[in-house]
């Protein structure tokens, strides 16, 4: 009897266990985001029915029900192991939302030629730094909510009310239902906030090919969204001077140039290509970033963002969300909470700081793409010298972002993507990308015979020569490594075919994060910035900006110095670490900033375990020494 109770419980376990595995065979077929049927949600399983006596049922053994118990327990185990294996990724990276169609729209040429009587913003010269900002709007569907605007920024021309910009923009794609455009005036001031100097709208109902335009009219500037203190200093002076006015005018013109080919239903760049350069030999020194000096022998500090307006349309399948990888990310996108406002809010500052318009700030503009362009881009790049590697993000606008950036530089002023992107939720692309020079330019970079530099030392170029002027003796290495969009490696090569139509001449290789290819030559120009970097003796250049004495000496400090000055400051520095622990554990500022402000009960608890232990050992070793 004892026999054929044991054989009926191995037979139910065996069944379970069947039933358990064939839930887990069919879960994992149908992947992580496909919901379960009820039948393998449940924990009823078919099982082998077995008749029992009532004198069975009514008798049965106590080992018999723990083993039915224990049974159970498994069967809820796996159940959960099974629910932690079906955990979906976290919410972002590739949208696959369409893109909106509709009829082929209109390219319309917008040309913002000058301003007359802007307030002045500066007291001690008596003008401003004006600069515009034009947003373009229209009726057409955004393909999500969170899409950025479409924004255009002139120079900006210096100490004057009377600026002269003549600056075109030509858009693709407009529809026959008009736009709206609003330009805003503002007054640059690196050192402080830029001040808005009044604002102006223009609002066409309808467009065609018959539309008559806009030709040089000049627009009342409002006064209601400007700065109270321009105007209070611009009518102070009016009292004084013979002929000013209070009431300034911005002449725009606006052309319709004929029918965008291709299908409609997204207004995009078509050109000018700007471009701009930002620099800061502050920041240069901090994260250590050097350029080639004048003559190629040496180096000084200067830290360099570039921004590259490429030409559209950017890909509908280059569309990317950011990856809500930790519970705070969301709110730091999109503004919601005391955390997320205070992170957004850090992370804005952190793009205003490294795209700094000023006035070392350079400027310059393509008709189209061109060899020149390509020349442009790679100049902004250095070419192959000092082994960089560059950090970018291509915005949904066309706009191409990157600075020298990587584990090596100085992540307590940066955070990657999210500051290039000025915490945007969508971007088309992001990764990181190198460039290499060729041995020989008519062969594919992938032959057999081909070398590189780095990390082979090539005639005709760095590190002894001047780089060579011609795009196709180099190859660009891009990738989509980054943790914050997480681009989807399957539209590279629509990336690539992007990048080759804005810089012809330049060979283009695109690689996914995770190839061993890639990790190799990362390494290979790490090794060859180190190589090169000794080899070059390094100068300081003067910033823009004011630095107090205790900046200086930071810079000082960081930078280098003699070495028992490093020995000091290292000492310094571990005192007041183990005096004040470091609130947010290892990492630099930044990174223990977010995780203060994205999990403060976590941190402020090991806080308090580590200054606890401290506080038992110093006592220890005080009870020794006595």
């Known amino acids: 009897m004892a026999d054929e109770k044991v054989a009926l419980l191995l037979a139910q376990t065996g069944g379970r266990d069947k039933a358990d595995d064939t839930t887990r065979r069919a879960s994992a077929d149908r992947g992580p985001s496909e919901k379960q049927p009820e039948e393998y949600a449940s924990d009823t399983t078919d099982e082998p029915v077995v008749s029992k006596s009532k004198e069975e049922e009514a008798n049965g053994r106590p080992d018999e029900k723990d083993g039915e118990k224990t049974a159970k327990e498994d069967d809820k185990g796996k159940s959960k192991d099974t629910k932690k294996d079906d955990k979906p990724p976290p919410a972002g990276g590739y949208d696959d939302t369409p ?3 509709a009829a082929p729209g209109y390219t319309v040429r917008f ?43 002139s120079p900006t021309k210096r100490r004057t009310t009377n600026p002269v910009w003549d600056c075109p923009w030509i858009v693709g794609h407009v529809p026959s239902s008009g736009f709206n455009l609003k330009v805003r005036i503002y007054d640059e001031d690196p050192a402080d906030h830029d001040d808005r100097l009044g604002n102006v709208r223009i609002v066409v109902p309808s467009l065609g090919e018959d539309w008559h335009g806009i030709h040089e009219q000049a627009f009342k500037i409002k006064k209601r969204m400007g700065s109270k203190r321009a105007y209070l200093i611009r009518g102070c002076t009016a009292l004084f001077t013979r002929g000013m006015h209070m009431s300034g005018h911005l002449h725009v013109s606006v052309q319709v140039l004929g029918r965008t080919e291709g299908p409609g239903g997204r207004i995009y760049n078509i050109g000018p290509q700007y471009w701009s350069q930002h620099l800061s030999p502050m ?39 950011y990856v809500e990888f930790k519970p705070f990310v969301k709110g730091m996108f999109t503004r919601s909470g005391v955390r997320g406002r205070i992170l957004n809010l850090a992370l804005h500052h952190q793009h205003a700081h490294v795209y700094n318009y000023d006035r070392s700030t350079l400027y310059g503009s393509f008709p189209e793409p061109s060899r020149e362009m390509t020349l442009q881009f790679l100049s902004m790049v250095h070419f192959d010298q000092g082994g960089r590697v560059f950090t970018y993000v291509l915005t949904l606008n066309g706009q191409f972002r990157f600075t020298e950036t990587g584990k090596e530089f100085g992540i307590d002023l940066l955070s990657k993507h999210t500051m290039h992107s000025d915490v945007s939720i969508y971007v088309a692309f992001s990764g990181e990308f190198l460039v290499r020079r060729l041995r020989y330019p008519e062969r594919e970079p992938g032959d057999a015979d081909q070398k590189t530099h780095p ?102 400090r960081r930078a280098g110095g003699s070495e028992r000055k490093k020995r000091k400051m290292q000492m310094k520095r571990r005192i007041k670490r183990s005096k004040i622990t470091n609130l947010g554990g290892e990492g630099s500022k930044f990174e223990r900033g977010v995780r203060i402000v994205a999990e ?3 941190v402020v608890e090991s806080w308090r375990k580590g200054n606890k232990g401290k506080r038992d050992g110093e006592a220890g070793e005080k009870g020794r020494a006595h």
Not at 456 to 475: F, K, L, N, T, V
Not at 500 to 522: T, V
Request: hydrophobic share 25%; glycine share 6%.
């Open 99 to 101: 893109a909106p169609r």
């Open 111 to 153: 040309t913002f030629h000058r301003a007359t009587e802007l307030p002045m913003a500066d007291i001690n010269s008596l003008s401003s730094d004006p600069y515009i900002v034009a947003e373009l709007k229209t009726d057409l569907p955004k393909r999500q909510a969170e899409d950025p605007p479409f924004l255009f920024r």
């Open 283 to 321: 920041i240069g020194r901090i994260t250590g970033t050097k350029e080639p000096g004048d003559d190629n022998k040496t180096e000084k500090y200067n830290f360099q963002a570039n921004q590259f307006q490429l030409r559209g349309p950017v890909p509908p399948h280059l569309y990317h969300r």
């Open 455 to 556: 990390p082979a030392e090539i005639e005709g170029g760095p590190p002894q020569e001047e780089p060579s002027r011609d795009p196709s003796c180099y190859e660009l290495i891009i990738d989509n490594d980054s943790g914050t969009y997480r681009p989807n490696g399957l539209y590279l090569e629509q990336l690539k075919g992007f990048m080759e139509d804005n810089l012809p001449g330049l060979k283009i290789q695109a690689l996914a994060c995770d190839d061993e290819r890639l990790a190799k030559m990362k390494e290979e120009q790490k090794a060859s910035k180190d190589a090169e970097g000794d080899r070059r003796t390094f100068l300081q250049t003067s910033d823009a900006g004011s630095i107090s004495s205790s900046d200086e000496s930071e810079l000082e």
């Open 600 to 602: 403060p009960r976590r």
